[in-house]
């Protein structure tokens, strides 16, 4: 079984600072892993996303995440916020090669105060 | 390329009325799938399709059918509206048949009073 654990459903920071959104996972196989970001009334757009090969993935707009297997955690970073991230991001993990095992998280609103 | 498209926007439905939600793509993915997207419950899959005449269930298929006559076009339907589907609905593609990297459309405010 697999499952994805977004650990904060609101984060807040002021523009220039770092942003950190957390996200755990559980998988039985070796998980892909990826990050989305909905912005208000639109669809879901790819950030980044992980398929075991370099751990430190870097995605559009500046974002980047992590995989690191002994914490079982995928975090998205960004080292400067700015006004234009405010939106919604979402974990997601796909763990056993089959298009109905793709879970995602309950996701995360990321404000940004000027 | 228009990407994934969905219509309509915004719908409201008295209980027990049908209808469906229409999805195109224009970019050949095999793989084509609906989500409802909950408040606090990200996105949960409703049904899915790795190509023409191959649908299969999600994790949340009741009340719901769908087909996939051609690669193109994937509609849902509403067969029996209950207030439990009020909820944003979205189309997504993807050329990977696994659903791994998906393109999602717009989505559809859905809802039923």
């Avoid at chain 1, 090969?53 to 914490?71: D, M, P, Q």
Wanted: hydrophobic fraction near 35%.
């Amino acid at each position: 079984a697999q499952s994805v654990t977004q650990l904060d459903s609101h984060v807040s920071v002021s523009e220039g600072t770092p942003v950190l959104l957390r996200c755990n996972y559980s998988s039985s196989y070796s998980p892909s892993l990826f990050w989305y970001v909905q912005h208000p009334n639109k669809g879901l757009q790819l950030l980044l996303k992980y398929t075991s090969a370099a751990t430190l993935v870097k995605g559009i707009n500046g974002f980047e995440a992590e995989f690191k297997k002994s914490e079982t955690s995928f975090h998205l970073t960004k080292p400067s916020a700015h006004m234009s991230d405010a939106a919604e991001y979402f974990c997601v993990v796909s763990a056993e090669s089959s298009a109905s095992k793709i879970i995602f998280g309950s996701g995360t609103r990321l404000s940004i105060r000027p | 390329n228009a990407g994934v498209t969905q219509t309509p926007k915004f719908q409201v439905l008295k209980t027990g009325q049908s209808m469906t939600l229409q999805c195109a793509q224009d970019m050949n993915h095999e793989y084509m799938s609906w989500y409802r997207q909950d408040p606090g419950m990200g996105l949960r899959l409703i049904h899915y399709s790795v190509g023409a005449g191959i649908t299969d269930q999600g994790e949340v298929p009741n009340g719901y059918n769908v087909s996939r006559s051609t690669t193109e076009d994937f509609p849902l339907r509403l067969l029996s509206a209950a207030p439990s589907q009020t909820s944003v609905y979205f189309c997504a593609s993807s050329y990977d048949v696994e659903g791994q990297l998906q393109y999602f459309g717009p989505g559809t405010r859905l809802t039923v009073t």
